[in-house]
């Protein structure tokens, strides 16, 4: 199951690739997303990320940031639904 390949939509794609400012938890995540993202192929490659991802969209708000995630947390869920158990 992991790595994960996820097509992800162009404007989903553009927000990943957005110039990322600053240092934490959050922007390390997408920096490693950014390493991983090819075109519109995204690969999520464990599941330990595919759970930050969804901790990220779901606990806390929707910032900016973490409306980044949005379309790639359903994929993950659609694809390993068990994946927070």
Known sequence: MYPMQIAVEMETASRIAKEIVG?????????????????????????????????????????????????IAVEINRHDPGVLQ
């Open 23 to 71: 240092q934490g938890g959050f922007q390390d995540l997408l920096r490693l997303l950014q390493a991983h993202l090819v075109g519109q192929s995204l690969e999520i490659p464990s599941r330990q990320i595919a759970r930050k991802i969804l901790d990220y969209t779901s606990k806390y708000g929707e910032g900016g940031f973490q409306g980044r995630l949005q379309q």
